[in-house]
């Protein structure tokens, strides 16, 4: 097998099969770890920038995309923006891990980590705020916002919702890890 791009290796029919993990039935567990930079994210982050792209809002060499995320997002978007050419800048917090930080750093991206906690305890907010900083600043900086943008549910409706249609005849209960609800709105 020879790949002419690293976004090859997302991985759309991988199920582990657990045996009567749920007294008599089996359980399929869907891995999208095994996707370039670790997680189901790389869906999410190549299906945000190409609804910029279809639009015809990202240029290439000129458009700063900005995004918030807690890791596993910023570094798919840290690759996706580097094989396209865009400059990426992703506001985090201290809960990111550094290994996670580093690998966005290594592919490029300028990584804002807020120190400030919010009303709730929190980091979202400052995230929020600082994005709208930066979009106040940078004239050519656009906000991919995974927390409202209806493309972020689109890529799963359309490619994880398939992966696991197309293989299961059918499907009786489905499991999803929820942080956007993203992934659960398009399944
Ligand atoms: C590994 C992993 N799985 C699932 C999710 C949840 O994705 P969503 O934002 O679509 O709810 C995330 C969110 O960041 C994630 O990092």
């Given at each position: 097998?020879?790949i ?20 008599c ?32 809002i ?6 700063v ?8 997002l ?10 396209k ?12 891990n550094?290994?996670?930080v580093?690998?966005m750093?290594?592919?490029g991206?300028r990584?804002?980590?807020v120190?400030e ?7 979202l ?21 995974q ?10 409706a359309?490619?994880?919702a ?10 009786d ?13 398009g399944?």
């Open positions: 097998m020879i002419d791009s690293p976004l090859e290796l997302i991985f759309p029919d991988l199920f582990y099969r657990l045996p009567a993990f749920a007294g039935h089996d359980v399929f567990l869907k891995l999208e770890g095994f996707n370039v930079t670790g997680s189901i994210k790389i869906k999410t982050a190549v299906g945000l920038v190409e609804n910029l792209e279809r639009q015809g990202a240029k290439p060499n000129k458009t995309i900005v995004e918030s995320s807690s890791g596993n910023g570094l798919a978007l840290s690759m996706v923006c580097a094989i050419g865009y400059e990426f800048i992703c506001v985090t917090d201290p809960n990111a550094r290994a996670t580093k690998g750093e290594l592919y991206a990584v804002i980590v120190k906690r919010d009303s709730a305890g929190g980091f907010e400052s995230r929020f705020k600082t994005i709208n900083h930066i979009l106040r600043s940078e004239p050519n900086a656009v906000w991919l916002n927390y409202s943008n209806i493309a972020n549910i689109k890529v799963h359309e490619q994880t398939n992966e696991i249609a197309c293989e299961f005849d059918q499907v209960w489905v499991f999803v890890g929820a942080g956007t609800t993203g992934t659960l709105a399944v």
